[in-house]
């Protein structure tokens, strides 16, 4: 067993490199989205400043 360590073709690292490309691109936007919930639950939404309870799970969880 000799002591190289595999390698990837041209096409192999254009794939690899993409797909990185691909991953980065969706936790950027996670992150953007989870952001904005974040924003979104701290001020105060317009039923609770009209004095309305919250709305009901519709599933009927807790």
Do not use: F, I, V, Y
């Not at 990837?8 to 953007?32: K, P, Q, T, V």
């Not at 952001?35 to 709305?55: D, I, L, N, T």
Request: charged content about 35%; hydrophobic content about 30%; aromatic content about 0%.
């Amino acid at each position: 067993m000799s002591g190289k360590k595999p390698t990837l073709s041209d096409a192999g690292r254009a794939e690899a490199e993409a797909r990185r490309a691909r991953e980065a691109a969706a936790l950027r936007e996670n992150l953007r989205k989870r952001k904005a919930q974040a924003r979104a639950r701290e001020k105060p939404g317009p039923s609770s400043a009209a004095g309305q309870p919250p709305p009901r799970d519709p599933h009927g969880e807790a």
